[in-house]
């Protein structure tokens, strides 16, 4: 298929060689993301994004990219999606508090999966800020923008779910409407991508892919079968896997799917959500995917010359999230990285191959030929039931995130962070937004994680709830074909995100599954 006449109907870059290989590339970076910490035992560590970032500081990749550091995003711009009390809760419980408020504990789904720790807050608000600036500079000419620390999927209107907060994803989506007619949501982690298809469940402005492992695994939806609701009918993709997809079958299904996808709906920006834990070995994974073969997804969705967000999302096995999340920032740079690793930091977690790839194992790959060709004919014949790119009317649009006023002892917001200085970040302003004209959103998050635990007990599902980003927005029943959760958030006309009535139906927790981003 032409990728050019393909991505057409979006806001097409300009493209050099084949797919388009330079690129205006911005990357958002707190330095103290690696300071939070879920809590012994807890298989979330926020370590891996400062691991990353050293990564692409010795491979001399941040002197490619623009450099931020993130604004913290307000509580009025989390709650464009999430509920005012749930963001209040978010904002006034600490571990020594917690205990007085088992009640909204309970309620918000916030306890065990979704631990309170120190900085919980301001954790959220940096890797929210970081997500909504990276869209607001998408707006304003970027081409990629890249913010490991974000895409925590399963965050709901007014619950946290799977390690997950703040929904930073729709957060982000739901800024890049205020320029384009489309977003399209891609999500490659192993987990099923459900706050965010719950979010956009029942609206044509935003079509919501993901491609994950599903059976008897949290948080147990993505069925083939649910596929969008009202005018979001058929926005709705979804690609169940079994254990041990390979590199070769993950391929078979991701080009053909999302080439039809860009041809048919013609986003104006893309938003891919990079979840490390379908790589081979992950600790709560449980596909056989290489790097390289990850990086793919992101190489293919690149060559379409259309804005793109890269997110992070899930990853466990933390020197592989690392080695792919730096491997995937020279795809989006257009560099090919050395295999042999620099010497960094973290130097001592990748031995003791010290390289930047890792062989796949050899486990079974329990998705036969046929299974893969089902879903394909399946999901492609879905497609061809969407009118092309639907044409749709824009209101008056809405002004752009605004960021605080930097202070005036500030550095110059216009330095950008110097390469070398890498973990110094701590003692100097590394990472200061460039151009306030972006007004990028801000949010400081901060996450840790904790040890080699391969589980996190329960199923808990958190429902964040969401108050559209733009003024009318109204609630839909994240529940696919059946309302499971009335916490969702989805837009019906242009700039109009509905909420519905509190109440919904939570899915039984499923013990043994592990919420995860």
């Known amino acids: 298929m032409d990728l050019s006449s393909a991505g057409s109907g979006g806001n097409s870059l300009p493209s050099v060689g084949p797919d388009g290989q330079k690129r205006r590339v ?8 690696g300071n939070y910490y879920y809590g012994q035992g807890h298989p979330m560590k926020p370590q891996r994004i400062r691991m990353t970032h050293s ?41 020594e508090t917690q205990q007085d408020q ?16 120190d900085g919980l807050y301001s954790f959220c608000q940096t890797y929210a800020g970081a997500s909504v600036g990276g869209a607001v500079k998408l707006n304003h000419g970027h081409d990629i923008a890249i913010n490991w620390s ?56 935003v079509m919501t892919v993901s ?20 005018k979001g009918k058929y926005y709705s993709l979804n690609v169940p896997l079994d254990d041990g997809i ?30 490390a834990d379908s790589l081979s070995g992950d600790r709560l994974g449980g596909f056989n995917l290489s790097i390289r ?23 466990y096995t933390i020197r592989n999230v690392a080695r792919c999340w730096c491997y995937e920032t020279g795809v989006a740079l257009g560099q090919e990285l050395e295999d042999k690793m620099p010497v960094n930091e973290y130097y001592e977690y990748f031995g003791p191959d010290y390289t930047l790839h890792v062989a796949p194992s050899n486990m079974e790959n329990k998705n036969t030929r046929h299974q893969l060709d089902d879903i394909r004919s399946k999901l492609l014949d879905n497609l061809s039931k969407l009118r092309h790119a639907p044409s749709i009317q824009f209101q008056e649009r809405l002004p752009d995130t605004e960021l605080p006023e930097p202070d005036e002892d500030q550095e110059d917001p216009d330095e950008r962070h110097d390469p ?19 007004n990028i959103l801000g949010v400081r998050v901060k996450i840790e994680f904790g040890e080699n635990e391969t589980k996190v007990q329960d199923a808990s599902r958190v429902t964040s709830e969401h108050r559209g980003l733009e003024p009318m927005v109204e609630d839909i029943g994240p529940s696919k074909q059946a309302p499971a959760d009335a916490n969702a958030m989805a837009i019906d006309e242009p700039g109009n995100v509905k909420n519905e009535p509190e109440g919904s139906t939570k899915l039984p927790d499923q013990p043994g599954m592990y919420h995860k981003p």
């Open 246 to 275: 390979d590199d070769e079958s993950y391929q078979s299904l991701f080009k053909p799917i999302m080439g039809k996808v860009m041809e048919v709906f013609r986003p104006g920006a893309v938003v891919l959500q990079c979840g």
């Open 55 to 95: 990564l692409l500081a010795r491979y001399g990749l941040l002197n490619q990219m623009q450099v931020y550091r993130p604004n913290p995003a307000r509580d009025r711009d989390l709650c464009r999606f999430h509920a005012d009390d749930y963001i209040n809760f978010l904002r006034s419980v600490t571990p």
């Open 420 to 438: 070398d200085s890498d973990m110094e970040m701590d003692d100097h302003k590394a990472v200061e937004e460039s151009t306030r004209r972006s």
């Open 102 to 117: 088992i009640r909204l504990l309970k309620r918000f789904n916030v306890g065990e999966d979704c631990p309170v720790f």
């Open 150 to 205: 974000g895409g925590l999927h399963h965050a709901k209107k007014c619950e946290a779910s799977g390690f997950c907060y703040v929904n930073d994803i729709v957060l982000a989506i739901l800024e890049l409407l205020k320029h384009h007619e489309r977003v399209l949501y891609v999500d490659i982690d192993i987990h099923h991508g459900d706050g965010v298809e719950e979010a956009f469940y029942t609206t044509d402005r």
């Open 293 to 315: 073969g990850h990086a793919e997804c992101v190489k293919y969705m690149r060559s379409f010359n259309v804005p793109l967000l890269l997110l992070g999302g899930g990853g």
């Open 26 to 33: 911005c990357y958002f970076y707190d330095p103290e993301v």
């Open 211 to 230: 491609f994950h492992k599903f059976g008897d695994y949290f948080p147990g939806t993505g069925d083939i079968r649910d596929i969008g609701h009202s």
